[in-house]
Nanobody, 125 residues
Framework: QVHLAESGGGSVQAGASLTLACVVS????????LTWFRQAPGKERSFVAG????????RYAESVKGRFTISRDSSKNTVYLEMTDLQPEDTAVYYC??????????????????WGQGTQVTVST
């Protein structure tokens, strides 16, 4: 059974940094493209970042480019989201998601097959 488990959320002040982690289990780690989405109160879940099966390709939402970095560690079956210069508008529940890879160089960021339970990030002024 595939399972994704996020951790690393918290409450911080504007300008701070946080790193989220998501451990993926139940199937070979290399068979997944992996993504981070977020959902703010009253809004729909939206794409944040994605990474290919190999880690060689990444994509970011415009709102986080230059501040967030997605990476993956196959030795730990874990995908990370390093977030810097956090702002109040980054406040949301952050979810990791997995989709079966097509072994491409651009991460698949739709048709997510599995989701984690989410981790809350709150940024105050």
């Amino acid at each position: 059974q595939v399972h994704l488990a996020e951790s690393g959320g918290g409450s911080v002040q504007a300008g701070a940094s946080l790193t989220l982690a998501c451990v993926v289990s139940g199937r070979a780690f290399s068979t997944w493209d992996l993504t981070w989405f977020r959902q703010a109160p009253g809004k729909e879940r939206s794409f944040v970042a994605g990474i290919t099966w190999s880690g060689g390709g990444t994509r970011y939402a415009e709102s986080v480019k230059g501040r967030f970095t997605i990476s993956r560690d196959s030795s730990k079956n874990t995908v990370y989201l390093e977030m810097t210069d956090l702002q109040p508008e980054d406040t949301a529940v952050y979810y990791c998601g997995s989709v079966t890879t097509r072994y491409g160089t651009i991460p698949i960021t739709n048709g997510i097959e599995y989701w984690g339970q989410g981790t809350q990030v709150t940024v105050s002024t």
